[in-house]
């Protein structure tokens, strides 16, 4: 293992030796480390005496942290500019083809680059902020909680992680520094986005959500080195030229992935769509193991934030109106035009999680559409406590129309993750590219020939049968 | 020590190389000729593992391309068009750095890198900076690099290229000095007369097919015809018409020399020149006319042009290079 590991050092020597003689990445991490926490303590100052005359102290106090975290912050991006050039630029200056045909594997020269992306970087991130601890201390005795120095120390490192990971995933796709600069923007957006939840967090000193999103971007980083380890390899780096678009092609591979061998309607429906679906069998259990997760999420919540059972009752909902089935026809249920209602928002929510899905490696469509089967968890903890059996409410809630819907909504979650799984593993036959068009053409055989039908027939059932069977069942009438 | 067998490469709907086949012993030196995109270093790169071939094999000194990539890489050096160097290294740690990627020990790396710089003329700027040599140098270089770890096998993409003329004459002198009986080389050039001078092989590479393989000089005499000879006379013009022997023809003539062509230039050279002693015609000189491998090379293309990419070759020619018929 460490024998594997040794040759990756070789380049990450080479590429830290590199970047100390390299003045545009010197010079912004010094003043980064040396300029900005002093510049950091000042502005804490500052704020300290302001508070101190007008008052509210709990802002100087939620101030201190959060500088440093911020400290912390600014030398990691340039983690970013690193990868970019290391990976892209090697790439673009063809100097990386004497390494790939040296006996190095595609892991060694991929983890070399990785880690001399982040350490450098993170070194500076941890000197600044020790510099802006030392300040800090020195002018208000202010100490950090050791807790709270690993978590942000972690927070920091992750961060870097995943911005130099996803240059990484980047840069892949990428012939030129310049277009993979234009490409950064999906790592720069998302990533001061997530600073600014942070930085909210911070001030409201909810330091225990920090973990969270620490795990949550641990999760991101293994995806991110994962699909980075599929994608840099030799095959891609000099296989072809990724920076041209060819619609034309794409169509070709998503018309016959989409088509299969089947030359009818029928034969498609009798033979691919069967085939199709076993070849999602995988997914398939994954979207059913969500899902259930996503239930008895909604279930524990109902607990967790303290709903006590005086909080809802059913006799309250009697009271607001007792014929419970009129409420039902004012939101358009027992008419047809209700049918397309549903129907139609249903198809949107699968199309947005599909649209996000493909962005997210499959992870936000997926969670998306767990959300559903956590409101019912929800709502069947809620009426739980009223003393109903939770497989009566939940019967009541998901019956009938849940017999097709929840399929539909498997199948769904199935095809995006295939979708994203397409980007992670690799392909040994396809290019990326193929790949990822083929799995978007086998989500949308899936979306048409089984998804929309199972919605629509789902649709039927809930506005005819579905609130009969909730008001029969929770005794309503 | 290079075999490759209907090796082929495609991207996408492209394809790149069309059933290569070629074979480089220990001590050949085969030049991959073909116009820019024939599929030249889209080979080179399946020859050193770095592209998956769509279907065919190669071996390189007994490791196969496909599953034993990592040997092939330890026993390839190459020498790639653009040669990537790190501008902000020294040689001497760009060597190094090599050396430690190939894995060779820090005694034998110093060794190593002396000699090389040395034998390049590059010792008295073993500590500058590479961003600060010049292109020849730099070539140079990457040749040291190609050399360093003594591969069995180098391929060389345009070795030469952006060269000044002393410099290029250097790297030309060190190619020559690296076939040996363990050695085989394949060295990809628009060059055609370095290509002649440094090959005892060629290959002519078009649209991702060999169009035509083998000894250069048995290329030359089946796309060229027989050798033609002038014979340099020290009188003015003559009726030569009875004077040649029926197995040369007279292909052109002027004021004192003339031009003839033979299949047989072993015993009919000397006929010519006893034909022309016993007439008591003085003769200055008989010397073979040279006709350059670009001949040979526009001849091949235009061919494989009308002929739609494929030339039959006649089985007189060299079995040990493999030629590709149409398909």
Redesign the interface.
């Known amino acids: 293992m460490l024998d594997n590991f040794r040759p990756a050092l070789i380049i990450t020597r080479r590429e830290l030796r590199d970047q100390q003689r390299d003045w545009r990445i010197i010079l912004p991490v010094l003043m980064l480390t040396l300029l900005f926490p002093f510049l950091a303590n000042f502005t804490t100052q500052r704020i300290l005496g302001f508070v101190e005359k007008y008052g509210a102290n709990i802002i100087a106090e939620r101030f201190i942290p959060f500088l440093f975290m911020i400290v912390g912050f600014f030398p990691i991006t340039i983690s970013l500019v690193i990868a970019l050039e290391s990976f892209a630029g090697e790439t673009e200056r063809r100097s990386i083809e004497p390494l790939l045909s040296s006996p190095l594997t595609d892991t060694q020269l991929y983890l070399g680059k990785l880690l001399a992306s982040v350490l450098f970087p993170l070194a500076a991130a941890y000197l600044g902020m020790s510099v802006y601890l030392i300040g800090i201390y020195r002018s208000t005795s202010w100490r950090a909680e050791p807790m709270f120095l690993v978590m942000i120390g972690l927070l920091t490192a992750v961060q870097a992680l995943v911005m130099v990971s996803g240059a990484v995933v980047i840069s892949t796709q990428t012939t030129s520094v310049r277009a993979a600069n234009l490409l950064a923007s999906f790592i720069i957006i998302p990533m001061a986005l997530l600073i600014q939840a942070e930085s909210v967090m911070m001030l409201w000193a909810d330091y225990q959500i920090l973990w969270w999103v620490i795990l949550a971007l641990v999760i991101l980083a293994v995806l991110l080195v994962r699909m980075g380890i599929t994608h840099f390899n030799r095959e891609n780096l000099l296989g072809r030229e990724i920076d041209s678009l060819n619609l034309r092609w794409m169509w070709h591979v998503f018309r016959d992935e989409f088509k299969g061998e089947a030359r009818t309607v029928g034969e498609w429906l009798r033979w691919e769509i069967p085939h199709s679906v076993k070849r999602m069998s995988i997914p398939i259990v994954w979207m059913i193991i969500l899902l259930t997760a996503g239930t008895y999420l909604g279930a524990v919540l109902v607990k967790s934030i303290g709903i006590t059972p005086s909080f809802f009752s059913l006799e309250s909902l009697n009271s607001i109106n007792t014929k419970v089935l009129d409420q039902f026809r004012q939101f358009g249920y027992f008419e047809t035009s209700g049918v397309f209602t549903i129907w139609w928002h249903n198809l949107r929510a699968i199309a947005i999680a599909i649209l996000l899905g493909s962005f997210t490696l499959g992870v936000a469509g997926a969670i998306i559409l767990m959300l559903p089967m956590i409101i019912i968890g929800f709502f069947t903890g809620l009426v739980a406590q009223t003393g109903f059996h939770p497989l009566t409410i939940l019967t009541a809630v998901v019956m009938p129309h849940g017999l097709l819907e929840i399929p539909a909504l498997i199948l769904a979650g199935a095809s995006i993750l295939q979708v994203g799984a397409s980007l992670v593993t690799p392909h040994r036959k396809q290019t990326i590219g193929e790949g990822l068009v083929s799995s978007l053409a086998e989500c949308a055989k899936i979306t048409l020939a089984l998804v929309v039908p199972l919605c629509l027939g789902a649709a039927i059932l809930e506005v005819f049968f579905s609130p009969l069977v909730l008001v029969r069942l929770l005794g309503l009438e | 020590m290079i075999q490759t067998e209907n090796l082929s490469k495609k991207?996408?709907?492209f394809l790149a190389v069309d059933r290569v086949s070629l074979q480089v012993n220990a001590g050949e030196v085969l030049a991959l000729l073909g116009p820019n995109g024939a599929g030249k270093t889209t080979t080179m790169?399946m020859l050193?593992?770095?592209?998956?071939p769509s279907s065919g094999w190669a071996r390189i000194a007994g490791f196969d391309v496909l599953t034993q990539a990592?040997g092939v890489?330890?026993s390839?050096g190459?020498l790639?068009e653009?040669?990537?160097?790190?501008g902000?290294?020294s040689a001497e740690?760009y060597l190094d750095?090599?050396g430690?990627?190939?894995?060779m020990p820090a005694d034998l790396r110093r060794k190593r890198t002396k000699e090389l710089l040395e034998q390049y003329g590059l010792g008295g700027d073993a500590k500058r900076k590479i961003g600060e040599f010049s292109k020849g140098m730099r070539q140079k270089l990457?040749l040291a690099?190609t050399l360093y770890h003594n591969p069995p096998v180098l391929l060389m993409d345009e070795p030469t290229s952006a060269m000044d003329p002393e410099s290029a004459r250097l790297v030309r002198d060190a190619i020559h000095g690296l076939r040996s009986a363990n050695r085989a080389i394949i060295i990809c050039t628009h060059n055609l007369a370095e290509a002649e001078e440094l090959a005892g092989k060629i290959a002519i590479i078009h649209l991702g097919k060999i169009i035509i393989a083998g000894d250069v000089q048995k290329i030359k005499l089946k796309l060229l015809g027989a050798p033609q000879f002038e014979v340099r006379l020290g009188v003015g013009s003559l009726d030569l018409k009875d004077t040649l022997p029926s197995d040369a023809w007279l292909i052109a003539q002027g004021e004192g020399w003339f031009q003839f062509q033979t299949d047989n230039p072993i015993e009919i050279n000397p006929l010519v020149i006893q034909a022309l002693v016993n007439q008591k015609i003085p003769v200055i000189g008989l010397s073979e006319v040279s006709r350059s491998l670009e001949k040979v090379y526009l001849q091949a293309i235009t061919d494989a042009q009308v002929n739609g990419n494929s030339m039959k070759m006649s089985g007189d020619m060299p079995t040990d290079l493999e030629i590709q018929n149409a398909g």
Do not use: N, W
Request: zero cysteines; proline letters at 0%; charged letters at 30%.
């Open positions: 991207f996408g709907d790169r050193t593992s770095v592209l998956r990592e890489r330890a390839v190459i790639t653009q040669h990537g160097l790190y902000r290294m740690e750095f090599f430690q990627v190939y894995r990457a690099r």
